[in-house]
């Protein structure tokens, strides 16, 4: 990745912009490089008309019909009052286009008024009386009208008779009854017909004031609104398509223009002037450098000045980053973004984190059947799953594989299939060893990236003696070279101690020095607790990875569990209660050992190599195939 500086005359600045922006490969400087010289930001009222003339595109575009990213005929630079021109139509545009806007919200208003009248007749729907006469209690007369439990009705029935009240109900809904009660009116009596009702949960139903005929007649005038007002919905939509056809080629101009007006817009703080010499700064991969410049030679006739550069160490955290585009790697890099964006010079963790995922999740998840369970799954909904798919079919691969190896299938271990390598239930003291020794492999390659990155870095002291340098991984393989040794029966080693004393007072000696202008207590105090912050991070690391192990274990511990309850059952319900667990065990615990996956990864693996404090390469381009084709180029070279 190079800096690069363009100096041009200020009015060749726009032109500049649509060059750098052509080819595609141009991410902003915006870190106000050179605002000593060049204090002004130029085109702060150019920035100010785009942004508005392409909100009222874009609220234009969700209701017209228009192309997403239409192709450009030709490059050319478009003026300040060009576009305040294009801003001053747009906005008519959208007077005339929110006009429309609010017509069909006033008719999705009164559809929804519709609907809900419709709804609330849907409660009545049973009766044939006038609802008018419902509205309130006559003279004579005491009405409720509403809904009881469906348990209570019958009793609530019987208690109305004895007040002298009849019950009718009208609508049997779940779990309640809509009803009607009925009886001469009698206030001495009120009291206690509204205790009973309430004994009995009784629920007022409310009947709307616009429901005062019969629900036959209100359902047909109903019927009648919902058709007038779809023939307005269709004639307004018809004359809105109608005005649409006859505005497209200038809403596709005017898209035009603001296509090419973006490039001056976006270099924002990385363009910069002084009267009538301007600046801009950015960050180019280092082969498209000479097809940058060519490019703007091409376009610009005046003389410029085109310097390139190294990043400094200093600039290291600014320097954009691209992972290596890479369609079978997609899902993974998405996963991996969700930590951090790797930092510039940064090795690309993708391919180590894809096998490594891949492979911890199989190691857990073993299982021939459910493996193919979740293959099957991922193909089937591959279009659901988008490029996630490469994800979950070699995560199902993985638990099939590892499924022969410990030879379980749909939690049967070593019944229909006999193991090829080890069966994690049988043999759980194996397993937790392998388990340590995976972890001391997984956190070695950790370890030794990071050495790597420092020394790309440039911190080749932090490589050698930081806390995750070489001087530490001698540290960590050595004590659990010793410890190995120990726990075959055996001393610790004098060579493990030898290598265990260099590599502390290697680590020790230089925290020492760091400290020169600090205390004598505290240098002794610093030195040994980082020393044993080191061994200890590392050992508690470690053992982090006997989750694998446990996981595996847990599985088959789990099939067990389901068996058991299985074999208890008759023949149907056996086969209902495997089906059933093998249901359960792949969805809680794939999902737990997807996430202590990941755990692995991100707290074991890329807290000791991978930043993801880096910021995502980000070319200005004119259009979409362009930024596609020119962020491929520019990946062979970029190192993320």
Known sequence: MKHVLVQALTDDLPKISLALAEVGVFDPDVRSVGKDHFPTVPGDHYRELFKQAQSRMDKISRLLP?????????????????LERLNAWLGDIWATASSYEERFRRLSESERVINLREDTLENFANLRVDLGLLHSDSRFLSLFVGTVPSANAQQLEEALGLAGHMMYAF??????????????????????L???????????????QDLRSQPQKIREEIQSQRTKLTEERQQAQSQLENWAASLQRELVDAQRTLILAEPFVLMDTSMRSAGSLGTVTGWVPARSVKK????????????????????????????????QPN????????????????RYGEVDPSWLFAVTFVFMFGAMFGDVGQGGVITALALLFRKSLGHFVKLAVPMGMSSIFFGFMYGSVFGYEDVLIHHIWVSPLHHPEYMLVVGVFWGVSFITMASALSVYNHFIANEPMEA?????????IVLYLSVMWGLVQVAMGGGFGWIPT???????????????????????????????????????GYISNTLSFLRVA???????????????????LDTTGHWISIVLGNIFIMVLEGSIVGIQTLRLEYYEGFSRYYSGDGREYEPITLNIKASDDATMESAATLKA
């Open 194 to 208: 509204n205790s009973v009702l309430q004994a009995a949960s009784f629920q007022p139903l409310v009947i709307p």
């Open 66 to 82: 228009m192309p997403e990213k239409p192709q450009l005929s030709s490059v050319r630079v478009v003026d300040e009052t060009e």
């Open 464 to 472: 050698v003696l930081g806390h995750h340098g070489i001087m530490s």
């Open 171 to 192: 609508r049997e809904g779940t779990g309640t009854t809509s009803v009607i009660i009925v009886g001469q009116r009698n206030e001495q009596q009120l009291d206690e």
């Open 292 to 323: 940058l410049e060519a490019n703007i030679t091409q376009k610009v006739s005046n003389p410029f000045l085109f310097t390139v550069r190294d990043p400094t160490r200093e600039e290291v955290s600014f320097v954009p980053s691209l992972m």
């Open 327 to 342: 369609a079978a790697l997609a899902p993974y890099q998405d996963v991996i973004k969700q930590y951090g964006v790797p």
């Open 550 to 568: 446990a996981f595996s274990v847990n599985h088959s511990a789990l099939a067990l569990a389901v068996f058991a309850i299985a074999n208890s």
């Open 498 to 536: 030898i290598f265990t004393v260099l590599s502390i007072s290697a680590i020790s000696a230089h925290a020492w020095h760091e400290m020169h202008d600090s205390p004598i207590i505290e240098r002794v105090m610093v030195v040994a607790i980082g020393a044993m912050e080191i061994f200890m």
